[in-house]
């Protein structure tokens, strides 16, 4: 089988699969300074496959779209892509991510059940197979043109959107590292060895660019798409360039839900979630669970009907008509916001360059997020230090960049199956070996909205707030609190428990094998802890049976807290 491989140093992205070889590609940049710094470290990736199967008369292809966040200058930026054929090469939109990430974000809500005869109750008020044997060979690239080098060959060039971009093979590892070093790609130490065994492997590769001229504004997600069956995330050469815990996401568009080969699948353990704070510590979690199954893990956080995404790229009826008629910057700004299309991703990048912040707001201190939240404000007091602004040519660059990418993208969701969301932390140490993404329709959805029941424990008379708590996670554990304050309750030893309940190696068929099963630690460790807060006499737990004065009020009263909770401190990790 083929394999479509898409890389960075700092995180690979392929789609495809393959056997016997493991290789995958990788990122590369300028040559870093004496330091031996490197320019660019990847903090962050994410990825889209969309799988497409093919028919009797087509070929399975796989379409990888691919964003990279950089925590250096990404104007020095370039890709080195190892691949089995030559791929179509074209440019994204962010909106494809600002749309996606969002909504297949997991979310951990509190619903409460009141317990026992409660008192003051009515006073308190309301996320690579290697190519198939042989791999691929030159013949199978067509025509090749003469690259300027011994033994370099360029199978195909071009440009799209902000990029230059060149497929090139090799004879030999060492006359690619030449060629690539030649034409100012840094080639480390550490990569010697993977790009020995692509070329080893008759793989060709992709070399992209920005273009002379172009800043970091102009950068976009790169698509790639392939003859393959599979999808595949190559993370090897990723360790060269990557920050410690990058995390990494990964959506797969196809006939089922997605599940990772190579790498385990685990199951977060909801009695160490902190529900009360709105899933605060999941991303540590995240981290944690990943590491008990060896560093090399995914979470599945979403995997529910394909069309059910269609209507994240739908905006309100007239809203096209709203953008178009705003003739100054705060009635644009009111029509995007009206559309539900706020001032982040490719929507700022367009605002950046149509409608800037005033030079004089800068030196003021008023952050981005600030003058574009408040751009009516700015607009009546600052109105003459703002630049001009051209109704006409703001709403053609939005179209651009955002209205018609977010038509293409409905229209893309918009077929049976399965959109899957696959989430890790990995760092380079841990990139030893490549993920690679299969369906499997014998598993079930998952919805990304997660819920407890929080029973209150009033037993004969305790007050409703002072209450202890039992609180029945979503997979079915029961977990004690004691309160400390009016809807504020001790964590105590919760914080030592396990991270995760179960990981699986999963197959394309069936539910795999379980290969770290902490379910029998934790119980023993909830029962010691449930011990350790005792529950008043007189409540069950089990149901609210009780009929207490005014408990509507107080079961409002504790969703509105238990949600304003949440909200702040969300607001405060962001």
Same mark, same amino acid.
């Given at each position: 089988?083929?394999?479509?491989?898409?890389? &960075?140093?700092?995180?690979?992205?392929?789609?495809?699969?393959?056997?016997?070889?493991?290789?995958?590609?990788?990122?590369?940049?300028?040559?870093?300074?004496?330091?031996?710094?490197?320019?660019?470290?990847?903090?962050?990736?994410?990825?889209?496959?969309?799988?497409?199967?093919?028919?009797?008369?087509?070929?399975?292809?796989?379409?990888?779209?691919?964003?990279?966040?950089?925590?250096?200058?990404?104007?020095?930026?370039?890709?080195?892509?190892?691949?089995?054929?030559?791929?179509?090469?074209?440019?994204?939109? @962010?909106?494809?991510?600002?749309?996606?990430? /969002?909504?297949?974000?997991?979310?951990?809500?509190?619903?409460?059940?009141?317990?026992?005869?409660?008192?003051?109750?009515?006073?308190?008020?309301?996320?690579?197979?290697?190519?198939?044997?042989?791999?691929?060979?030159?013949?199978?690239?067509?025509?090749?043109?003469?690259?300027?080098?011994?033994?370099?060959? &360029?199978?195909? #060039?071009?440009?799209?959107?902000?990029?230059?971009?060149?497929?090139?093979?090799?004879?030999?590892?060492?006359? *690619?590292?030449? !060629?690539?070093?030649?034409?100012?790609?840094?080639?480390? =130490?550490?990569?010697?060895?993977?790009?020995?065994? +692509?070329?080893?492997?008759?793989?060709?590769?992709?070399?992209?660019?920005?273009?002379?001229?172009?800043?970091?504004?102009?950068?976009?997600?790169?698509? *790639?798409?392939?003859?393959?069956?599979?999808?595949?995330?190559?993370?090897?050469?990723?360790?060269?360039?990557?920050?410690?815990? $990058?995390?990494?996401?990964?959506?797969?568009?196809?006939?089922?839900?997605?599940? =990772?080969?190579? +790498?385990?699948?685990?199951?977060?353990?909801?009695?160490?979630?902190?529900?009360?704070?709105?899933?605060?510590?999941?991303?540590?979690?995240?981290?944690?669970?990943?590491?008990?199954?060896?560093?090399?893990?995914?979470?599945?956080?979403?995997?529910?009907?394909?069309?059910?995404?269609?209507? !994240?790229?739908?905006? =309100?009826?007239?809203?096209?008509?709203?953008?178009?008629?705003?003739?100054?910057?705060?009635?644009? $700004?009111?029509?995007?916001?009206?559309?539900?299309?706020?001032?982040?991703?490719?929507?700022?990048?367009?605002?950046?360059?149509?409608?800037?912040?005033?030079?004089? *707001?800068?030196?003021?201190?008023?952050?981005?997020?600030?003058?574009?939240?408040?751009?009516?404000?700015? !607009?009546?007091?600052?109105?003459?230090?703002?630049?001009?602004?051209?109704?006409?040519?703001?709403?053609?660059?939005?179209?651009?960049?955002?209205?018609?990418?977010?038509?293409?993208?409905?229209?893309?969701?918009?077929? @049976?199956?399965?959109?899957?969301?696959?989430?890790?932390?990995?760092?380079?140490?841990?990139?030893?070996?490549?993920?690679?993404?299969?369906?499997?329709?014998? *598993?079930?959805? $998952? /919805? =990304?909205?997660?819920?407890?029941?929080?029973?209150?424990?009033?037993? @004969?008379? $305790?007050?409703?707030?002072?209450?202890?708590?039992?609180?029945?996670?979503?997979?079915?554990?029961?977990? #004690?609190?004691?309160?400390?304050?009016?809807?504020?309750?001790?964590?105590?030893?919760?914080?030592?428990?396990?991270?995760?309940?179960?990981?699986?190696?999963?197959?394309?068929?069936?539910?795999?094998?379980?290969? &770290?099963? #902490?379910?029998?630690?934790?119980?023993?460790?909830?029962?010691?802890?449930?011990?350790?807060?005792?529950?008043?006499?007189?409540?069950?737990?089990?149901?609210c049976g009780c009929a207490t004065a005014g408990k509507p009020a107080f079961m409002l009263w504790l969703t509105l807290?238990? !949600?304003?909770?949440?909200?702040?401190?969300?607001?405060?990790?962001?």
């Amino acid at each position: 089988m083929k394999c479509l491989r898409i890389a &960075v140093v700092g995180a690979a992205l392929v789609a495809g699969y393959a056997r016997p070889a493991r290789a995958c590609g990788g990122f590369f940049c300028d040559r870093p300074a004496q330091t031996g710094t490197l320019p660019i470290a990847q903090s962050a990736e994410n990825v889209l496959f969309v799988m497409n199967a093919g028919s009797s008369t087509t070929p399975a292809t796989v379409e990888a779209h691919i964003q990279i966040r950089y925590t250096g200058p990404a104007s020095k930026f370039s890709w080195i892509v190892p691949v089995t054929s030559v791929p179509t090469v074209s440019v994204g939109s @962010d909106i494809l991510f600002d749309r996606i990430e /969002p909504p297949s974000r997991p979310s951990f809500s509190v619903s409460y059940q009141l317990e026992g005869n409660c008192q003051g109750v009515s006073g308190i008020g309301a996320g690579c197979g290697s190519a198939a044997a042989g791999g691929a060979n030159s013949a199978g690239f067509g025509n090749v043109v003469d690259a300027g080098g011994v033994g370099v060959d &360029v199978l195909s #060039n071009g440009s799209v959107g902000p990029y230059d971009y060149v497929v090139i093979s090799a004879q030999d590892g060492a006359t *690619l590292e030449t !060629w690539l070093t030649n034409n100012g790609y840094y080639v480390s =130490p550490e990569s010697t060895t993977i790009i020995d065994s +692509y070329v080893a492997g008759q793989y060709a590769f992709v070399a992209v660019r920005l273009q002379n001229g172009q800043d970091t504004t102009a950068i976009r997600p790169i698509v *790639l798409q392939l003859d393959a069956t599979e999808s595949c995330l190559p993370l090897k050469l990723t360790a060269i360039a990557a920050t410690n815990d $990058m995390r990494i996401n990964v959506w797969v568009l196809a006939a089922a839900r997605a599940v =990772p080969l190579a +790498y385990a699948e685990i199951a977060i353990d909801q009695a160490k979630l902190d529900w009360f704070g709105g899933g605060a510590n999941y991303d540590q979690l995240l981290k944690d669970a990943a590491n008990e199954a060896g560093g090399d893990a995914f979470a599945v956080e979403y995997a529910m009907p394909a069309r059910n995404s269609m209507r !994240w790229f739908t905006l =309100p009826a007239g809203a096209r008509t709203d953008i178009a008629s705003a003739t100054n910057p705060p009635d644009f $700004m009111y029509a995007l916001g009206r559309a539900g299309l706020q001032p982040t991703g490719a929507v700022l990048q367009v605002l950046r360059v149509q409608l800037p912040e005033p030079a004089t *707001l800068v030196a003021q201190g008023v952050t981005e997020a600030q003058f574009y939240s408040n751009v009516q404000y700015y !607009w009546s007091v600052n109105k003459a230090d703002f630049g001009p602004f051209d109704p006409a040519a703001a709403t053609m660059a939005l179209d651009t960049d955002v209205l018609t990418p977010l038509d293409n993208y409905s229209a893309l969701f918009d077929r @049976d199956g399965r959109l899957t969301r696959l989430a890790t932390f990995i760092s380079p140490e841990e990139m030893t070996k490549d993920p690679l993404f299969v369906t499997n329709p014998s *598993l079930p959805d $998952m /919805p =990304p909205q997660h819920m407890a029941v929080a029973h209150v424990m009033c037993g @004969d008379g $305790m007050p409703a707030c002072q209450a202890p708590v039992r609180l029945r996670t979503e997979d079915g554990q029961d977990v #004690n609190y004691a309160a400390t304050s009016c809807m504020r309750y001790a964590r105590g030893d919760l914080d030592l428990l396990p991270a995760s309940t179960v990981a699986w190696m999963r197959d394309a068929v069936s539910e795999g094998q379980i290969v &770290v099963d #902490n379910r029998t630690q934790i119980a023993a460790a909830l029962q010691t802890h449930n011990q350790a807060v005792p529950m008043p006499s007189g409540a069950s737990g089990t149901g609210c049976g009780c009929a207490t004065a005014g408990k509507p009020a107080f079961m409002l009263w504790l969703t509105l807290a238990a !949600w304003g909770l949440a909200v702040a401190r969300r607001r405060r990790r962001r």
